[in-house]
């Protein structure tokens, strides 16, 4: 059955010192789901972006249904078919979740006038058809990152495009959600719609693909039918060396020494976390698992000094410290990276030398004096250690692709040097190679006698970097997993439902 | 898929509180929850009570030395029981519960520092001089705020989508001029046209608008054509304005002479009192003073306040402005037309500032070039104080008219109790770095 839907024909692309797109064709059929893969900066993003007309390329043409489109803005983009869930979410903060819906074609009362009535029921009713539970009034803004991805979804869902583009829909998205995700793809599959999807999760690509075509440099490597393909393989094509582990081994170092205590922290706000208490030690690496919604970031922040703490103590080093600002955190040698990095880590005008050292610039001091020498070979060394794809140093990180700019600022916390870093996702978005590279040097800080917090949502990450695994549950802590024999995917997940209603349950399900 | 992760809204407001330990527990179940449909017509019950109480006491009881309050408490009632009744008939109404904690009456307060300060301003007004507490006094406020109204609205267009427009001042300028010199007395000798008839007095009007849209349009081109910053771009058009608009003005035969002798229609335009003379006699004596009427500018700016409202709140450009303005990302994925957008802002902005010149013009009977300078500032200045964030993506216009209104209730009380000119400006100054310290709180608070 070849039933051709789009065809993007030698398509090339060039930025200031970068060709992003080189001669680059891809054929996506109808009622297929067609995966996108490469490592960052391979020029996926750019290739859709050619597509949703927000950037225009320098050659090749783009035919759908066979005939040539040209495609110049998102609005044409949309009116012929074609929407997409960006890489980045874009919210309107401080309008409503309808609002941001349905932005740009609001349902009217007469030319002009917006209907409200309509416009709520409308977004009711498509809330509906993806099994989202928000009240339309809700200001996006108010929003966490994973929930109002999926208001992204349901967003270019509505448009009953031909083609649905997805730019890692899933970053911030918990395994079940992505589950649920899939149920929509499928049932939009069986519909006839194409979706070109792309991700960095091996394991969800060849869940959901029919075909896989793998980038690399701004190439096209090939494409494959899913079924032909495994794990292996597409690291393979998409790294163009060897992969054999995906993650490097642990350090047996195993010292007793509590470095950060927690005792019975409950926040000011009721429905946030309550009650919780662990302890972190030297050189280990603790693991904090759970769903979206089981108040790990609300945790974490908190213990960093970004939110009110209602009642409970932190020792540090057995001696009781009160974190109430970030500054107080660095002081006492905590770091945070933070989930929401774009909105809260990233200087966009700055360049990627500037924001890899920002977060300790007076190491690079000589009085007040700055040198430029030191700053850029720290700056360079982070760029060769995480393989950050970028012409220079000196390059604004806005034109760094997603993954890249993820892995800017992984570098950044990692140049602080601080006793305790806690990271929030921190892989979220980032390559496999890459991944392994991250995960080395988070070994290595370990080796050093640091200790780290790492939350996760990726299964496969959590099991397989963590020392020991606390899971949490609508703000609880539902139990530890202290051994890494003992750690499963069944018992992760077990835990991090155990106190579940039945009407969450079924939610999470 | 998920429930909605519900901490967001339930943000801590007590953020580094002293004491995170301990007696930051929130009590909020101490009073209870309080329905909304409650309140609301507890505060219908209070608004009767008080215009009841109010045109009791004006009648029956003596009130010689508090002027007229008795009057205003019963205006203030009549507030209160519209407010309620929109209350009542707001979505949510049976439904939404009001808790009452420590940490909400703080963020209550705060939310609403500047109508509580301004409050507290009156009262003390109100106190020293007893003579401040009358109708006519408030009337005078609300018809000095008119024309300023209208500038205030046209630059807050500009204001969401984080940019600013600083030829608003000067465009009133140019519309007070072009409109008084095509509507001169025809038989006064010292016209600025000598030859002119007298024309339908649309036509002024309709060609003062359509000048200042054309400037309004140059800005909007430059800002959306060469993405420049709003700051430069209406900066040019602003000197440029000046220049053609002084050069017009001092053209023989009159050279520069502040036009005057405007025809008497048109002076009516901004001259009118509604609620005086004759027919209006028995208002003066049921109100026991000499009511000297409400300014017709008055309707103009409640009438462009609704429209306003209504454009930025139910109309497709309106929110088309606030997406702009809070993520112009957003707005261009999602195939909004921010070119168009961004024009329609400026020239709407302009022909509001346009009304604000004809308003001027009519008002005192005359024009000269340099009318409407230096307005913009004091524009931003009211906007920014009724919580438009020059970040862009937020105001609204009930916080513009209390921006408006803060203004002028200072510069009218301070004349009122005879404060030095200079101090004015000083509280002014410490006004607007306040209100925007408190604005920007609410929203680092998370
Ligand atoms: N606006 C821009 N200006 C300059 N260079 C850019 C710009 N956008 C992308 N690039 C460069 O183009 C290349 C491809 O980027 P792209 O965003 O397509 O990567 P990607 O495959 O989506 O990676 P990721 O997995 O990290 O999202 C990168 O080297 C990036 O630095
Ligand atoms: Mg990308």
Same mark, same amino acid.
């Given at each position: 059955m070849t039933d051709t839907l789009l065809q993007m024909n030698h398509i090339t692309k060039t930025f200031p010192g970068v060709v992003a797109l080189d001669d680059v064709s891809l054929t996506v059929e109808r009622g297929t789901v067609h995966a996108l893969m490469g490592e960052n900066g391979a020029g996926k993003s750019t290739l859709m972006k050619c597509l949703f007309g927000i950037y225009r390329e320098d050659s090749g043409e783009i035919l759908l249904d066979a005939h040539p489109v040209v495609i110049n803005s998102a609005k044409q983009a949309l009116d012929l078919g074609i929407s997409m869930i960006h890489q980045e979410p874009h919210p309107v903060r401080f309008r409503s979740v309808a609002e941001n819906v349905w932005l740009g074609r609001f349902p009217q009362l007469i030319p002009g006038v917006v209907n409200h009535r309509k416009m709520r029921e409308m977004t009711q009713e498509l809330f509906k058809r993806v099994d989202l539970d928000i009240d339309p009034d809700t200001t996006a803004g108010e929003l966490s990152a994973s929930v109002f991805q999926l208001v992204e979804i349901a967003k270019a869902i509505s448009y009953d495009a031909k083609i649905i583009i997805m730019d890692e829909p899933t970053s911030s998205l918990t395994e079940a959600e992505v589950g649920h995700l899939f149920e929509i793809i499928n049932r939009l599959r069986d519909e006839g719609i194409a979706i070109i999807y792309i991700s960095h999760k091996m394991e969800e690509i060849l869940k959901i693909a029919d075909e896989v075509t793998i980038m690399r440099d701004g190439k096209r490597v090939g494409t494959w039918p899913a079924s032909e393909l495994t794990t292996d393989l597409i690291i393979n094509r998409m790294v163009?060396?060897? $992969?054999?582990?995906?993650f490097p081994p642990r350090h047996e170092r195993r010292s007793d020494e509590v470095v950060l205590k927690v005792e019975g922290l409950t926040a000011t706000s009721p429905r946030s976390f309550t009650d919780v208490s662990f302890e972190l030690r030297k050189g280990e690496i603790l693991g904090i698992g759970g769903l979206v919604g089981a108040q790990r970031t609300e945790l974490v922040e908190a213990i960093f000094g970004l939110r009110g703490i209602a009642s409970g103590t932190i020792y540090k080093d057995g001696q009781v410290i009160r974190n109430d600002s970030p500054k107080t955190s660095k002081k006492h040698g905590i770091a945070l990276l933070t989930e929401e990095r774009r909105a809260t880590g990233i200087?966009?005008? $700055?360049?990627v030398c500037d924001n890899t050292v920002i977060a300790n610039a007076r190491r690079y001091a000589r009085g007040f004096v700055i040198s430029e020498v030191q700053r850029h070979e720290a700056a360079e060394q982070e760029v060769r250690d995480l393989r950050i794809k970028t012409p220079s140093t000196d390059t604004e990180i806005a034109d760094l692709s997603g993954g890249n700019q993820q892995k800017v600022l992984v570098g950044r916390w990692l140049l602080t040097d601080p006793e305790i870093l806690i990271l929030d996702e921190p892989t979220r978005g980032i390559d496999v190679g890459a991944k392994y590279e991250i995960y080395t040097l988070i070994q290595n800080l370990t080796r050093q006698g640091k200790s780290i917090i790492m939350i996760s949502s990726e299964m496969p990450e959590l099991l397989g970097v963590s020392d020991r695994i606390m899971v949490m549950c609508e703000g609880r802590v539902a139990g530890f997993l202290n051994d890494p024999s003992e750690f499963s995917q069944v018992e992760v997940m077990r835990l991090a439902t155990s106190f579940m209603t039945q009407q969450s349950e079924k939610e999470a399900a | 898929m998920t429930t909605l992760d519900e901490t967001s809204p339930e943000v801590p407001v007590v953020l580094n509180d002293e004491d995170p330990g301990e007696g930051s527990t929130e009590v909020a179940t101490g009073l209870g929850g309080l329905n909304k449909r409650v309140l609301s017509w507890g505060l219908v019950g209070l608004g009767s009570v008080f215009t009841v109480g109010g045109v009791l006491w004006q009648h029956q009881f003596d009130h010689s030395g508090v002027k007229d309050l008795p009057i205003i408490i019963a205006m203030i009632g009549i507030g209160l029981v519209v407010y309620g009744v929109t209350g009542l008939l707001s979505r949510g109404a049976a439904t939404d519960v009001l808790t009452f904690t420590p940490a909400k009456a703080k963020s209550f307060a705060l939310d609403n520092a500047i109508i509580l300060a301004m409050l507290g301003f009156v009262v003390a007004l109100c106190i020293i001089?007893?003579?401040?507490?009358q109708v006519n006094v408030i009337a005078d406020i609300l018809m000095q705020s008119s024309p300023k109204m209208f500038i205030a609205l046209g630059v807050s267009f500009s204001l969401i989508i984080a940019g600013t427009d600083l030829s608003a001042g000067r465009l009133v300028g140019v519309s007070a001029v072009v409109v008084a010199t095509l509507i001169q007395k025809v038989d006064y000798p010292n016209k600025f046209w000598p030859d002119l008839g007298e024309w339908f007095i649309v036509w002024p009007i309709l060609i003062a608008i359509g000048v200042c849209a054309l400037f309004g349009l140059l800005n909007g081109f430059l800002v959306a054509q060469f993405k420049m910053h709003p700051f430069i771009a209406t900066l040019a058009v602003q000197v440029i304005a000046y220049g053609a608009v002084s050069l017009y003005f001092a053209k023989p035969p009159t050279n520069g002479q502040p036009i005057g002798e405007l025809r008497s229609d048109f002076t009516a335009l901004g001259q009118t009192k509604l609620l005086e003379g004759e027919n209006w006699a028995w208002l003066d004596n049921w109100l026991g003073t000499n009511f000297r009427g409400l300014s017709i500018l008055v309707v103009y700016a409640l009438v462009a306040c609704v429209a306003i409202a209504f454009v930025l709140n139910k109309t497709t450009f309106g929110k088309n402005v606030y997406a702009v303005g809070g993520n112009p990302e957003a707005a261009k994925v999602s195939g909004v037309n921010s070119y168009v957008t961004i024009l329609i802002i400026f020239v709407l902005g302009a022909v509001m500032y346009a009304f604000g010149g004809i308003m001027e013009a009519a008002r005192t009977g005359g024009a000269t070039?340099?009318?409407?300078?230096?307005?913009e500032l004091d524009a931003i200045a009211a906007c920014v104080v009724g919580g438009v964030s020059l970040a862009g993506g937020i105001g609204k216009v009930k916080g513009i008219i209390i921006g408006v209104l803060t203004f002028q209730i200072i510069a009218y009380g301070l004349v009122f109790i005879s404060v030095n000119a200079y101090y004015q400006q000083i509280i002014k100054g410490i006004i607007i770095a306040v209100a925007v310290a408190l604005d920007l709180a609410k929203y680092n608070r998370r």
């Open positions: 163009g060396r060897e $992969l054999t582990n995906r200087i966009p005008m $700055l360049s | 001089k007893p003579n401040f507490m070039n340099n009318y409407g300078n230096g307005y």
